[in-house]
């Protein structure tokens, strides 16, 4: 397993306009780090103590940016919802010649290491099982996604049940590929695309598919 590294502070990074006055750190810096921890600790070790003592902050810092607790995690939501599910309705929504090319934009979501977050998406439905806020954020997402995808079958003159059925084949299967966290090499997994887009969609992907998805794949993907 790869070691955890701390988020880069903005303060850390030379690329970025250099902090002013008495700030070290910012929103989101608190944002960064709070979403590493929940991924990795769960949402029980979100503690602003605990929280500012890692940033090498006051407590005072945090209430600068945030009104509560409450409130980091309701960021903490929305930033999930914006990246996961914005990042699954923009790849819907692309233009596509055919249905393997539409299926195909979707897996782009799930390929590229600065597109959607499966790590965080796992996180949010561990928090899902003792929270009914976060609970009903996460069904609501949910279909939000599906109804994403049916329309790429239904662009495509899939009919209406046939088109909810393979959405759901094609959603629950990605996303339950993630939470398993599968362990094969990226070339493994793209040996398989052409064999996935034909299950999913009942029609063989032209060259022109394959190829433009597995550049963009080898050029996005995890580099180990």
């Known amino acids: 397993m790869a070691e955890r590294t ?17 700030i070290k750190v910012t929103r989101e810096d608190w944002l960064n780090l709070a979403r590493d921890v929940l991924v990795h ?11 500012a003592e890692r940033l090498d902050v ?7 940016y945030f009104k509560s607790k409450s409130d980091l ?6 930033e999930w919802e914006n990246r996961n599910t914005g990042q699954i309705l923009a790849q ?12 195909s934009n979707f897996f782009r979501c799930f390929v ?50 046939e088109a909810d059925i393979r959405a759901r084949v094609i959603y629950f299967q990605q996303i339950g590929y993630h939470a398993l966290e599968l362990r094969e090499s990226l070339e493994t997994r793209l040996s398989r695309v052409a064999g996935f887009l034909r299950a ?24 180990s």
């Open 6 to 22: 701390a988020p880069k502070l903005v303060r850390e990074d030379p690329d970025r306009e250099p902090l002013v006055g008495n």
């Open 41 to 51: 600790d769960g949402v029980a070790e979100l503690k602003i103590l605990s929280l």
């Open 58 to 64: 006051s407590r005072s810092s945090f209430y600068w």
């Open 73 to 78: 995690q309701e960021s903490l939501l929305d």
């Open 92 to 103: 819907c929504r692309l233009p596509s010649r055919t249905i393997a090319e539409a299926v």
């Open 112 to 161: 590229d290491s600065d597109g959607f977050d499966s790590g965080l998406d796992f996180a949010m439905r561990e928090w899902s099982r003792r929270n009914a806020n976060v609970r009903a954020r996460i069904d609501k997402a949910d279909a939000t996604r599906l109804e994403a995808v049916t329309q790429l079958f239904l662009r495509h003159g899939y009919p209406e049940e």
């Open 200 to 223: 999913f969609t009942g029609q063989e992907p032209d060259d022109q598919t394959m190829d433009e998805f597995l550049t963009y794949a080898r050029l996005k993907g995890p580099k």
